[in-house]
């Protein structure tokens, strides 16, 4: 009994996880999709299937999210990911034919650009905790200039947009 109330709770945070993750509109989620739809998609059916439940519930558990994730595609949310998609594609497009680099992801290819360049500049130690700030600022403003010959006070961001590139620089 309380295996099922378990799986059952799982199975509603799960959903809600997957709506939470389609509203939220960000596409460095959505990258995640085909990995958590297969990957945990296969060990939750195989919990389903060495689970001790009746199989009308296996059965229900296992068509209901097919029917959510169906409905979905089906339904006006899929232009949403049309959409983002194709934003993405242009804001890609124009960074790299130098029009513009002002678009969410041009600025995300400086960061990483510019986390790149502030690698090879101090590649054991990194920049640390004090000295990141006004060192982003400074080589960001240098790669703008070098890439799309811009006059540009720096970005002041915080972080780089990327776990692995922040923890090296």
Request: avoid cysteine; charged fraction near 20%.
């Amino acid at each position: 009994q309380k295996s099922k109330l378990i799986f059952i709770i799982w199975g509603i945070l799960i959903i809600t996880n997957l709506m939470m993750v389609i509203l939220s509109q960000t596409r460095t989620a959505w990258i995640g999709w085909p990995e958590a739809i297969i990957g945990w998609g296969a060990y939750y059916l195989f919990l389903l299937i060495k689970s001790e439940l009746s199989k009308p519930v296996k059965t229900i558990i296992l068509i209901t999210p097919i029917v959510l994730i169906s409905a979905l595609v089906f339904s006006p949310l899929a232009n949403l990911f049309s959409d983002r998609i194709n934003l993405a594609v242009h804001d890609v497009e124009v960074y790299m034919d130098g029009s513009n680099y002002d678009t969410s992801i041009g600025k995300r290819f400086i960061m990483y650009e510019t986390a790149m360049e502030m690698i090879i500049d101090r590649p054991w130690f990194g920049h640390g905790t004090d000295g990141f700030k006004e060192a982003f600022t400074e080589k960001s403003k240098a790669v703008l200039f070098a890439r799309f010959d811009i006059e540009f006070d720096g970005f002041k961001f915080s972080h780089v947009h990327n776990q692995f590139l922040m923890s090296a620089v």
